[in-house]
């Protein structure tokens, strides 16, 4: 398996190392030529945008302080296209423009004409050197997207010059996107290539073939990348969720422009709304897997308003590799896939067969999720299998990364090995949901199979759990020293935890009911743990763990049940 994992992972960096190459010699001269042409006379239609808009901060950006990727910038009356930020993310999300939509919600000619201003200093500085940032073609196919979807406020009392530049300039980033689309890694980033380009397709005048071409690279990016469950190759929710912001709009400019969308679009739509919603707790926020951090429920609230789908949510997500458990207001939300293919693992987690519980609205078992815009020292922290849900081995993570700064420099850390077989069969029967699942993710190294079963019953406040390490065909675990077992279950920030006077592990938050914490073979204690996924930033919260040899405990019985607060007594 080892020599499998290098050879996937060297196949990736020479694609890398090719891709970039390809990219160098078409931003050079001799390529250029190519993206000139024709310039479209006009905009036919501005394609709506999904994403919230806030008026304020187009009042923030007028005084020059832009607050991208939770990064404040202040350019102090300079543009801030000529200032050097070192934060990357910042800078992919200021050539993005999706900022533009602050500037619409204010709807005023002030924010119109500052609209104008940057997109005319964007062209003055970047839009005649194919190069950096600005032009990597994640971003371009973000601005075009963008431009196109307030191209309304952008031209917004133009003059004939401007509205020239504006048209000229987009043209050049389309025909470059067309350029590279084909060769951009594989994943939501090229999927998104290809939406921006339908886009364009629709929204300026072009011809018939055009639109055809666009419509035919778009669909075969969906049937590949967009699961039959309705989840993404990636296997991050949060992917889901942009890409509907993106398809979405999409579906309705075909519409609006009397086109015959894809079936692939329509079908992806429907099945990816469901999805979305599968990966939803209660409180609206979606589940830490593989990738997910913070949740801004606003944000998937637009998009669910869109979602005709009557009655609960699908229980199975087999393509994508999760399950769900739920009854009452009790939701359970576990992880039972394999890891993605290498070319999509960049943010995803070792976290097989981990789960998170909420009930009502408040979280109480989670994962550690990520911190969206912090520090990216971080990143392997969060993706480890201790910052989740779930049971470790000998301190070590069931799948791997590569961290050689060689890779890490052509593309963020794949996951590099971890589980291949992680068969998973429901359990459910009247008035319970249930699942058993196991992975080989330890095997080559420890030669233990981990298998977990879950079940929750009595109207959602039991929630049942076993976990067990075996060898091949259920033999026990030898007594080498190398089979250390510790189950974790990491606490949201605002459970509190403590014993009650029967000296039980009880888990209380505020206006919620209380949950009890038990295990039959093990004496749970708690210890410290890093929540990432907050929306300020990671915060500190506990986690309860239950440590045992493998070769002495088989298999461990936990269980979390419901004690509403008038029938538990005991001090925090």
Known sequence: MATGNTTRLWTLVAREMWRKTRRRLRSGPVYRWRYSGRTPERVLIAPPDLRLADSQIALEIYYGRFPLSGHLVETGGESPFRI??????????????????????AGTDLAAANARALVSDWIAIHGGSITGVAWEPATTAKRIIAWLQHSSVVLQGAEFPFYRAFLK????????????????????????????LAFSALSLPAPASALRNATRNLAAELERQILPDGGHISRNPLDVMELLADLLPLRYTYANQAETPPPALIHAVDRMLPALRFFRHQDGSLARFNGMGATIHDRIAAILRHDDTEGAPLLHAPHSGYERLALGDTTVIADTGAPPPIDVSNAAHAGCLSFEMSSGRQHFVVNCGVDTYGASEFRPLARATAAHSTATLNDTSSARFNHSIRVNDLASPPLIGGPRNVPCRRTDQPGMHGFIASHDGYVAQFGLYHERE????????????????????????????RDFVAVRFHMHPDVELFHDEEDRLVLTAPHSDRWVMSCAEVTPYVEESIYFAGLGGPRRSRQIVLSFKASEIQEVHWQFTRTYRESIAGKQ
Do not use: C
Request: hydrophobic share 40%; net charge positive.
């Open 84 to 105: 050097e930020v070192p934060n990357r993310g910042w800078q992919k999300t200021l050539h993005g423009f999706r900022w533009l939509r602050h500037m619409r919600a």
């Open 169 to 196: 300039s987009l043209a050049v980033q389309i025909r470059y996107l067309r350029s590279v689309a084909r060769e951009m890694p594989d994943g939501k980033d090229r999927l998104r290539a290809r939406i921006a």
């Open 454 to 481: 879950l079940s929750l019953s009595e109207e959602g406040s039991v929630l049942a759990g076993l976990d067990r390490f075996l060898r091949a065909g259920g033999a026990p675990a030898r007594n080498n020293g």
